[in-house]
C-alpha cells in the first residue's frame, strides 16, 4: 500500500502547470472545410425528401454543440463510429450496390467498403484506449489501499459489478436495443460509477469511519474521487485545453454518419455524384487519421498525469510565493493564534513557518485546535471506545478473531491524530502541541466549524520569538 503522507488530491492549478509540457498539435485545417461541405451534402439531400422521425433526431444532434466532458465526447464518437460501420456493412447497403451492374456502382462498392475498414480500425483504438485507461485509473486507486483480503474483496466485487454491468448490456441488445440504446445504457453506468465515488467520497459519520479505517480507503483518496470530476474541478482543465479539438471531431463525425445514413435511404432517387464520394472519402481519411492522433496524445497525457501532489507543490502553485510569507513577533509570555472558520468538510488546512534563529537556538510551540459550535475545544484521549457493527460477529470464530485483531492494528499504527469514536461522529485532535523550531504540514477537515492555529512562547520569560509563517 503506497504511502499518502503529507499529499492531497491534484489541483486544477497543478493540472495546468503540468499540461504546459503537453501541446496539442492543432488539427488539420481541413476539419471545418470538409465537415460544412459534407453536411451541405446532407442538407441538399434533404431538400429532395424531407426527414423520417428518427432521421430527424439524428439531425437535431448533429446540430447541437457536443457534450463538454472529454469522456462523454469518446464515448459520442465510439457510438457514431459503430452506427457508421453498422450502415457501411455490405447487408445495409443500397440493392445497387450490393449486386453491381455498372464500373460506377463497381467503384462505389470498392469505396465504401475500404470506409468501413478506416473506421474499423479506428473503433478498435479507442475501445483500447479506454479500456487501458480505466484499468489504469483502477490499478492507481488500488496502489493506495490495502493489499490484503480487503484489496482482494475489492477487486472481485468490481469484477462482478463489471459482469453484472456486461449483462444489462447484452440484455439489452438481446431485446432488440439498437445502438443509441446501448450507448445510451453504457454512458448512464458510466455515470453511476461516478455518483457512486462521489457520494463514497462524501461521506460521514460511522459510515465514513467505516470506509476509511475499516476497509482502509485514505482520506486524500476519498477527497480524490469526491472533487476530481466536479464541473470547475481539476478536470476542468483537460476539458478547456483539450476540449474544443476533440468537439471539432465529434461533429465531424456526426456530419460523416448523417450524410451516409440520408444517402442510404434516398439513393435510388438522388444518386451519388462524384465529387460527393471525392469529399466524403478526404472526410474519412481526415477524421480518422486525426482522431487516432488525438487518442494517442491524451493516452500519453492521462497515462503519466499523477493523482496527488504535497501540499507544498500545490501552495507554491496556488501563488504561495516568498511574498506570501509574513513576519510575526510573538513576545515572551504570549501567544499568538489564527482562526479560521471552514463551512465545509473536507477542506484543506495548510500552514509552513519556522523560528529565524539568532546566536541561541529558539523554538516555539505549535498545535492546532477545533472549536466546536457550543465553543467546547476538542481534547485529546487516549481512550478508544470501538463499537464494532454486529456483522462482524456473525462470521465464523477465526475470521471474527482476525477482523477484530486488524482493526486494533489499524488504530495502533496512527500515531497522530487520535480517535474517539462512540456513538455519534468521529472527534479528532487535529495536531497535538509540541515545540518546534520549524515545521510545514496539512490536513484534511473532517468538520465544518472553527480552526485554531496557535503559536506558543508563554514558556519564555525573556525571549521573544520572530517567525516567518504563511
Not at 430527424?56 to 447541437?64: F, G, K, N, T, V
Not at 472529454?70 to 450502415?87: G, S
Not at 440493392?95 to 460506377?104: C, S
Not at 479560521?340 to 516555539?364: C, H, P
Request: net charge negative.
Amino acid at each position: 500500500m503506497a504511502s499518502t503522507d503529507g499529499l492531497m488530491p491534484i489541483t486544477r492549478s497543478f493540472l495546468a502547470s503540468y499540461y504546459d509540457k503537453y501541446h496539442l498539435q492543432p488539427l488539420s485545417d481541413d476539419i471545418p472545410r470538409l465537415s460544412s461541405q459534407i453536411r451541405g451534402f446532407a442538407q441538399d439531400l434533404l431538400h429532395e425528401s424531407p426527414p423520417t422521425q428518427g432521421e430527424s433526431i439524428l439531425i437535431q444532434e448533429a446540430d447541437s454543440q457536443p457534450p463538454h466532458k472529454i469522456d462523454e465526447n469518446m464515448w459520442k464518437n465510439r457510438e457514431n463510429i459503430e452506427e457508421i460501420i453498422f450502415l457501411l456493412e455490405r447487408s445495409r447497403w443500397p440493392a445497387a450496390l450490393q449486386q453491381p451492374l455498372t464500373p460506377e456502382d463497381s467503384e462505389l462498392a470498392n469505396v465504401f467498403g475500404q470506409l468501413k475498414d478506416k473506421f474499423e480500425k479506428t473503433f478498435s483504438t479507442l475501445v483500447s484506449f479506454q479500456e487501458k485507461n480505466s484499468e489504469r485509473v483502477f490499478d492507481i486507486v488500488m496502489t493506495y489501499l490495502p493489499q490484503d483480503f480487503r484489496g482482494k474483496i475489492i477487486r472481485q466485487q468490481r469484477e462482478r459489478s463489471e459482469r453484472n454491468k456486461q449483462a444489462a448490456v447484452d440484455a439489452l441488445v438481446s431485446a432488440g436495443g439498437t445502438i443509441r440504446d446501448r450507448y445510451a445504457l453504457l454512458w448512464k453506468q458510466q455515470m453511476d460509477r461516478r455518483i457512486q465515488l462521489a457520494q463514497l467520497g462524501s461521506a460521514t459519520g460511522v459510515y465514513k469511519a467505516l470506509v476509511k479505517y475499516l476497509v482502509g480507503v485514505p482520506q486524500v483518496l476519498l477527497d480524490f474521487i469526491q472533487q476530481i470530476n466536479d464541473d470547475d474541478g481539476p478536470m476542468e482543465e483537460p476539458r478547456s485545453r483539450y476540449g474544443p479539438p476533440l468537439y471539432s471531431l465529434t461533429r465531424m463525425v456526426l456530419s460523416i454518419r448523417l450524410f451516409v445514413s440520408l444517402a442510404w435511404e434516398r439513393f435510388e432517387a438522388c444518386k451519388l455524384k462524384r465529387h460527393q464520394i471525392t469529399v466524403l472519402e478526404e472526410a474519412a481519411e481526415v477524421y480518422t487519421s486525426e482522431f487516432v492522433r488525438f487518442i494517442s496524445f491524451i493516452s500519453e497525457v492521462f497515462a503519466n498525469s499523477p493523482f496527488f501532489i504535497s501540499a507544498e507543490e500545490s501552495s507554491a502553485l496556488d501563488g504561495g510565493k516568498n511574498d506570501d510569507y509574513k513576519e510575526i513577533n510573538v513576545a515572551a509570555g504570549k501567544t499568538y493564534e489564527v482562526s479560521l472558520t471552514v463551512e465545509s468538510i473536507n477542506s484543506y488546512i495548510a500552514w509552513d513557518f519556522s523560528v529565524i534563529q539568532g546566536k541561541m537556538s529558539m523554538d516555539i510551540g505549535f498545535c492546532v485546535e477545533y472549536i466546536n459550535s457550543a465553543g467546547e475545544k476538542i481534547l485529546p484521549s487516549s481512550i478508544l471506545i470501538l463499537p464494532l457493527p454486529s456483522f462482524f460477529f456473525l462470521s465464523p470464530a477465526p475470521f471474527s478473531f482476525r477482523l477484530s485483531y486488524l482493526i486494533v492494528n489499524v488504530f495502533d499504527f496512527i500515531s497522530c491524530p487520535v480517535f474517539r469514536w462512540g456513538m455519534g461522529d468521529i472527534h479528532q485532535l487535529i495536531l497535538p502541541y509540541k515545540r518546534y523550531e520549524s515545521d510545514q504540514g496539512n490536513f484534511c477537515t473532517c468538520m465544518a466549524g472553527n480552526y485554531k492555529l496557535l503559536w506558543d512562547n508563554s514558556y519564555s520569560a525573556f525571549f521573544k520569538k520572530v517567525g516567518s509563517c504563511s
